[in-house]
T-cell receptor, first 116, second 114 residues
Framework: GAVVSQHPSWVICKSGTSVKIECRSL??????MFWYRQFPKQSLMLMAT?????????EQGVEKDKFLINHASLTLSTLTVTSAHPEDSSFYIC????????????FGPGTRLLVL | KQEVTQIPAALSVPEGENLVLNCSFT??????LQWFRQDPGKGLTSLLL?????REQTSGRLNASLDKSSGRSTLYIAASQPGDSATYLC?????????????FGRGTQLTVWP
């Protein structure tokens, strides 16, 4: 089956630093990748949608200059949280859309970010 | 904007019971509906995917139904087991928006005790 990995699985950083999270589709080419954020006991909220080779589309209220998304290839997307603050502490999950299978997304295992 | 609601927010039952989890959505123009399982601190595992033209899907002890016109879906879990304990998320694929965009409910946290 389609597998999506994320790295790192958890990260602790100091306030003001930047953190990069990678999302990879291991055995398929993903035309579209999605980044979600989940706060404790809350649902997944879509942050942005990225297509390979083009700029990401951000959801309303998500700062594109703070959450930098790069989708350099059909198997890799990265999310960089710039100048992280404690309120950015959350669980970040990516998913990859399988080309030709509209509506099907495969989710990564998530990255737990804690900003001190 | 699509809004997805799940009831109940939490459920605690003894092993062996048959369960019904509910999901409702505000806009019936959906592409599909999915049920996911999420274990604490983990990612999502897809359980069932129902296309908008379908009425139900079954996998083992799980059965999901979809009534698009009324904006409702139910996930039926037969003969629950402690290993079923997790949070169950309902997600709607929106036909009218970005390709593949999903709207999630807050989930039902299920605890099955021996």
């Amino acid at each position: 089956g389609a597998v999506v990995s994320q790295h790192p699985s958890w990260v602790i950083c100091k306030s003001g630093t930047s953190v990069k999270i990678e999302c990879r589709s291991l055995d398929f080419q993903a035309t579209t990748m999605f980044w979600y954020r989940q706060f404790p006991k809350q649902s997944l909220m879509l942050m942005a949608t990225s297509n390979e080779g083009s700029k990401a589309t951000y959801e309303q209220g998500v700062e594109k200059d703070k959450f930098l998304i790069n989708h350099a290839s059909l198997t890799l997307s990265t999310l960089t949280v710039t100048s992280a603050h404690p309120e950015d502490s959350s669980f970040y999950i990516c998913s990859a859309g399988l080309a030709g299978a509209l509506g099907t997304q495969y989710f990564g295992p998530g990255t737990r970010l804690l900003v001190l | 904007k699509q809004e997805v609601t799940q009831i109940p927010a939490a459920l605690s039952v003894p092993e062996g019971e048959n369960l019904v989890l509910n999901c409702s959505f505000t806009d019936s123009a959906i592409y599909n509906l999915q049920w996911f399982r999420q274990d604490p601190g983990k990612g999502l595992t897809s359980l069932l995917l129902i296309q908008s033209s379908q009425r139900e899907q079954t996998s083992g002890r799980l059965n999901a139904s979809l009534d698009k016109s009324s904006g409702r879906s139910t996930l039926y879990i037969a003969a629950s087991q402690p290993g079923d304990s997790a949070t169950y998320l309902c997600a709607v694929g929106d036909r009218g928006s970005t390709l593949g965009r999903l709207y999630f409910g807050r989930g039902t946290q299920l605890t099955v005790w021996p």
